[in-house]
Structure formats: structure tokens, C-alpha cells
């Protein structure tokens, strides 16, 4: 019975049924059309080093396109380039100054634009004021700012002289941010004294104090004044360490020539969280990185030089890096920046956005969109969305269901859908549909990029032929790929390269159906193991929200002495619909005729919010911990602490 009904689930997981090709229009117009598979496939070296020359600006080119010592990889290792300077001063020299480069808006409703030559200008200017402070190439520096332009203005004027930075979320706590700053050994701190969220102004300074108490690697400071006449509040600042970014950048000479770099200058940290409590810096480097984000960034949002995009993501993690600053800027886009949350002052306060600069292609997150669906299609329907041509979605699996909402109520049930699959560590998008060349399917996130070589393995690090699932993995190198972990080498091999030697495991469960198509599963941590099954929680949850009455879900394993783990739900309600047993019941039957009763959950949970990161993922460590009834671990990425009390103090779970 088991592979039987594995099976069972799985298609009914699958056959959302209806399959979206791309219309004659966008396929005519498309970037990226059906020749570069191909091209890609036929020799992907090749294929890579034609793009590196045809997309990037050069100093000096490059010779040697890889060299591979697995698992570590140098691309195009003797070619110099200015990442800064692909990304700005290369649209100013062709006379694209005047462009806008960011439309941003603050959440109380402060709006700025700032055109190419200007952030040319401003990078230059911040770069010397960095130079001033001490920092020159090779150094780290730590960037902890709200969503305001100067968190892309800071990333680049680093990039220009060729220091690093090191990004850390803005929502996180001191120990947090003195943690980071201290593996990287970072010289100055980029911060601001605060910023807009949820209709009130959050402070960051006293946090950036707090943990640049146990941070003696920081000598300097730049404080981003962000606060707005009438917000009250003081900002303490230390003579002689500290600086206010509108006293000190603007003295600046705006001549700041840009440094080549050789490509493999380290560009960035990005610090993502682990099995084990220290976090691990994840580390990229200029040409090879830059070149993913770049192609990406053409390929998958098939971006035209009149198009607005907005990319919602919060610059603190990954898809904020490639999404916002590098692949738009390289690609010399024009680009919406909002500072808030989605539902300040209202709910509807993005679409207002969208019909107001009309946006052309949206990039966010399947937890923003089950949040939107959960409001309602009031407010979306308010404004008149008819610009969009494109959406995008990022970080999680993404339901069937949510994906045919994005579709029809946002979209206007014309516009394609790439649901793209990537991570800090691939450093740009490596499995997604092309708009112009790939018939979508509803929660499948397709095929591999061009020069990106994926796999489903078994245990043994066997291919599992389509129709099957297991681990995936990535068998070659590609540009974008991480080069390591900062300072600890031996656990780079150890978390990506040693479970399946030869190639790079991803550490999420994928399956491939019979055409091919990947479904990716979700971390593999989050399989679950029901008298012997494994089931996906992705799947569960996806057949729960699959119910009209439920908005959202997250599910995981407890342990239970008879079948190994019971299946434990937690479910948030539509709007106006009432927790009640017999409809927890109804829903348990719902998710075993969906997928069998094998997936029928024995516990359920209504909850008012799910503890997530502020990057949209649900913690499901937490929920174990919930779930188990045991000390709650790590909660520094959680976004919203009080989720977990609100939940915790209303575990009568009902079991059945
Ligand atoms: C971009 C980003 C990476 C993890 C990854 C997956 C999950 C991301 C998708 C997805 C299914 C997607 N970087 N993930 N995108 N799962 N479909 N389209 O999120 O480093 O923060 O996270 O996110 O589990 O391993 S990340």
C-alpha cells in the first residue's frame, strides 16, 4: 500500500492539472528563447564564458574561464572587472544618467527618485568616506540599515574599492548583529538610527551600540539619519567612532575612481543559519557571482529597458542582494524600493504602489501572497493592476493554489508566473521557468537554468528516474556558486559537498515527474516519517490550504510511540471563519481524501499566525519544539516573537 499511495499523493500533489504555455506574445518578445538550453547544454564552459564576455564590463579579460578543485571553484580567475562599475558608471558612459534607478518610497509616505548619475555621485562619494575611515580593499564591512536607498548606495561603494560587506538584517537582535560582525572581523559599521515599519518608527542605533560594545573590531561608524522631523526620539552618538552619514558623505569628493578587481575578489558575506547555533558566512565572490545575477536576472524576468520592476525582498537577505542591487543594476533596470510592511497604512498599499509607478514585473514571496489571499480580493480588485506583465515568487514552495490566485486576481490571469528556486548559497536563481520558453505547472518550479546541472539522487547518490523523488543536488559548478564558508573550510565540504561526493547537496527534497519538471519539497529535515512513509510537509500543507476556509498552514512531525511521528497541523483560518472541532474534523478528512489517509493529520492546531522568519519562512524547528512540548532553540531569525507565546498558550491541540 505504501509506494501505492506515495503515489497517490504525489499526483494529486501534481495535478493541479491545468498547465499555463507561454502566450504567442511574450515568446516573440521574449529574452531568453528555446536556442539557449541548447546552447547551454552543449558545452556549458563555453556557454558561460560567451555570456561572462557579453554581459559584464572588463578591465581586463579573462583567459581562463574555470578552474575546478572540487569543491572549490575559480571563475574567469585572471580577468579584472569593478563590480560598482557594471552596475552604475557603465549606463552613466552610455548616456543612460538620466534613467531612474530606484523609485522609493518610504512607508509614512517620504518618496525619493534617484537616477543613474546620481547614485553614480552618491557611491563615489560613500567610497571615499569608507577610505576615509580606514577601509581599503580586502576589508569587511557590516551594513545594517533599514530599506532605504543608502543600504545599496553602502553595498556598492564597498564593491568599488574593493572591501566586502556583510549584510545583517535589520530586524535582528544585538547579539545577533555583534556575532556576525565579529566572525567577519569587519572594520566600520553602515547603520542607521532607525526606520518605518507597521506605521511606527523602530530604533536601530541602541542596538548597533549595544553590539558594537563586544564588536573591538569596529573602529568606525556611519549613522544613516533616517528619522523624520516630528518623530520623537534621540540618537546618542560616540564622538570620534561615530558618524552621521549626511554630515560626513556629502563633504565628499564625488570623484572616487573605480578600482579593477581581479574576479575573484571576495564581494560579499551573507550569513545564513545552520544546523548548529553559529551562523555561517556564506561567501561570493565579483565576476562569477555578478554574472549570475546579471543573466538571471535577463532570463527569468525578461526585463525591458522601459520596464519597472519591483523586487519586495528585504535587501538583509539574498534575494535582496541579487534581486535589488546587483542583477537589476548590472542590467541598468529601473526599480521600485519600498521601505514598510504590505499592510501599512492598508492592506492594499502595494497594488497602490503598482497602479501608481505601473510596475511591469513583482517579485515576492508565497507567504506574501497567502497573507494578500487571506485579506481578501478587495483590495487588490481596488486598483487597477493592468501594467504588471510578470510575477515572480521566491523562498518557499508554492502552493498550487496560491500560484492560480497570484495568477488570476494579481496577474489579471495573463501574466506568467516564474516560481524560482535558489539559495543563499547558489547565489542566483538555478531552477525556474523562462517566461517566453516554459509551459508552467501550478506549484512546480520546472527546470534547471541554462548552465545549471540538477539532479534528484537516492540515498546512495543514485539519479532517480523521473517520476521519483529524493535529495537534490547540483552535479557541476556554475559562476554564482558560494566559495566557501568564511574561515572554516572544512565545514564547507562537510555541510554541501560530502554527502553525495561530487556533487553539491542542497539540503531540500525535490521530485521530477514524468516530463521532467521538478517539485521541490522543502527542506529535507521537514519529511516526516508516518509508520514508515515519507511525507512531505509541503504536501500536507498544501492539501490543508487547498480547503476554501484555510489561509495557511504548517505542519510537522511529533513523535509518537506507535508511528514513529504523528502528523501535527497548524492552520490559520480565512477571515470570518469559525474554529470549531467539527470543522477541524471536516479538515482532517479533506487532507486524507486529498492525499490519503495515511496523511491524515492526528493533531490540529488553529492558530492566529505562524512563527516565521522575516524572509516568509516558517520555522518548523519551532513547531517541532511547540509540538514536542520542549524548550523553544534558536529564535533569532524569528520575526515576530509574541506568534510563539500566542501559540504555546493555547496547545490543546486537538487530537483525534
Ligand atoms: C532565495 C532563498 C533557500 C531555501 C531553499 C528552499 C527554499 C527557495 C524556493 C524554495 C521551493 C522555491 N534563499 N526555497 N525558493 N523552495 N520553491 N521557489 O530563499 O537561502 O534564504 O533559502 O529556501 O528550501 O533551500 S535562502
Not at 563615489?124 to 551594513?143: E, F, M, S, Y
Not at 543559519?273 to 565576476?287: D, V
Not at 483560518?573 to 496523511?599: M, N, P, S, W, Y
Request: aromatic share 10%; net charge negative.
Amino acid at each position: 500500500m505504501a509506494e501505492e499511495q506515495r503515489g497517490d499523493a504525489i499526483e494529486t500533489f501534481q495535478a493541479a492539472g491545468e498547465t499555463f504555455p507561454p502566450d504567442a506574445a511574450t515568446v516573440a518578445a521574449a529574452n531568453a528563447q528555446a536556442e539557449i538550453y541548447a546552447r547551454a547544454a552543449a558545452d556549458p564552459v563555453a556557454f558561460w564564458a560567451a555570456e561572462a564576455r557579453e554581459r559584464l564590463t572588463w578591465r581586463k579579460p579573462f583567459t581562463k574561464t574555470l578552474e575546478w578543485e572540487l569543491p572549490f571553484a575559480r571563475w574567469f580567475d585572471d580577468g579584472e572587472l569593478n563590480v560598482a562599475e557594471n552596475c552604475v558608471d557603465r549606463h552613466v558612459a552610455a548616456g543612460r544618467g538620466e534613467k531612474v534607478a530606484f523609485h522609493w518610497i518610504g512607508e509614512p509616505g517620504d518618496r525619493r527618485t534617484i537616477t543613474y548619475a546620481e547614485l553614480l555621485v552618491e557611491v563615489q562619494r560613500t567610497a571615499n568616506a569608507l577610505k576615509g575611515l580606514g577601509v581599503t580593499r580586502g576589508d569587511r564591512v557590516a551594513i545594517y540599515m533599514p530599506m532605504v536607498p543608502e543600504v545599496a548606495i553602502a553595498m556598492l561603494a564597498c564593491a568599488r574599492i574593493g572591501a566586502a560587506h556583510s549584510v545583517v538584517f535589520s530586524g535582528f537582535p544585538a547579539s545577533a548583529l555583534a556575532d556576525r560582525i565579529n566572525d567577519a572581523e569587519a572594520k566600520v559599521l553602515i547603520t542607521a538610527d532607525g526606520g518605518y515599519r507597521k506605521g511606527s518608527f523602530f530604533e536601530l542605533k541602541p542596538i548597533a551600540d549595544e553590539a558594537m560594545k563586544s564588536s573591538p573590531s569596529i573602529t568606525g561608524s556611519i549613522v544613516y539619519r533616517r528619522r523624520q522631523p516630528g518623530t520623537p526620539g534621540e540618537t546618542a552618538m560616540q564622538q570620534g567612532r561615530d558618524h552621521w552619514w549626511q554630515d560626513l558623505v556629502p563633504q565628499q569628493s564625488t570623484d572616487c575612481p573605480a578600482e579593477a578587481m581581479p574576479a575573484e575578489q571576495l564581494l560579499f558575506l551573507l550569513y545564513t543559519s545552520g544546523t548548529t547555533a553559529k551562523p555561517k558566512g556564506i561567501m561570493h565572490t565579483s565576476a562569477g557571482y555578478l554574472l549570475g545575477a546579471a543573466l538571471t536576472h535577463h532570463a527569468v524576468f525578461d526585463i525591458k529597458p522601459d520596464d519597472v520592476y519591483w523586487c519586495a525582498a528585504d535587501v538583509g537577505w539574498i534575494t535582496g542582494h541579487t534581486y535589488i542591487v546587483y542583477g537589476p543594476l548590472a542590467n541598468g533596470a529601473t526599480q521600485v524600493m519600498y521601505e514598510g510592511t504590505p499592510d501599512t497604512p492598508s492592506w492594499d498599499r502595494w497594488w497602490s504602489i503598482i497602479e501608481e509607478l505601473k510596475v511591469n514585473i513583482l517579485y515576492c514571496a508565497p507567504t506574501a501572497i497567502r497573507a494578500f489571499m487571506r485579506q481578501g480580493e478587495e483590495h487588490p480588485r481596488k486598483h487597477d493592476l493592468s501594467s504588471l506583465r510578470l510575477l515572480g515568487s521566491v523562498g518557499e514552495p508554492i502552493n498550487p493554489e496560491a500560484w492560480l490566485w497570484y495568477r488570476s486576481v494579481i496577474g489579471g490571469g495573463r501574466t506568467p508566473i516564474v516560481d524560482t528556486w535558489w539559495q543563499t548559497e547558489t547565489g542566483s536563481i538555478a531552477i525556474s521557468p523562462l517566461p517566453g520558453v516554459t509551459t508552467t505547472k501550478p506549484g512546480s518550479a520546472t527546470f534547471a537554468m541554462p548552465g545549471i546541472a540538477a539532479d534528484v539522487v537516492d540515498a546512495s547518490g543514485k539519479s532517480v528516474p523521473l517520476g521519483g523523488g529524493g535529495f537534490l543536488t547540483l552535479t557541476q559548478p556554475w559562476p554564482s556558486m558560494l566559495r566557501g564558508i568564511w574561515g572554516d573550510p572544512a565545514r564547507f565540504k562537510e555541510t554541501y559537498w560530502s554527502r553525495f561526493p561530487g556533487s553539491y547537496f542542497a539540503g531540500d527534497g525535490a521530485r521530477r515527474d514524468e516530463e521532467g519538471y521538478f517539485w521541490l519539497l522543502g527542506r529535507v529535515d521537514d519529511v516526516m516519517n508516518v509508520s514508515a512513509h515519507r511525507i512531505s510537509t509541503i504536501e500536507v500543507e498544501s492539501a490543508l490550504v487547498d480547503h476554501h476556509n484555510v489561509a495557511e498552514a504548517a505542519v510537522v512531525g511529533k513523535n509518537d510511540p506507535l508511528t514513529g511521528q504523528a502528523i501535527f497541523a497548524f492552520v490559520i483560518l480565512k477571515k470570518g471563519v469559525e474554529a470549531t472541532d467539527e470543522f477541524a474534523h471536516e479538515l482532517r478528512g479533506h487532507v486524507a481524501k486529498q492525499i490519503g489517509a495515511i496523511a491524515r493529520p492526528k493533531f490540529l492546531l488553529f492558530v492566529p499566525d505562524l512563527p516565521k522568519t522575516r524572509s516568509g519562512k516558517i520555522m518548523r524547528r519551532l513547531l517541532r519544539d511547540i509540538a514536542e512540548g520542549r524548550a523553544l532553540g534558536d529564535v533569532t531569525t524569528l520575526a515576530d516573537g509574541g506568534v510563539v507565546d500566542t501559540i504555546r498558550s493555547n496547545t490543546g491541540a486537538a487530537e483525534e
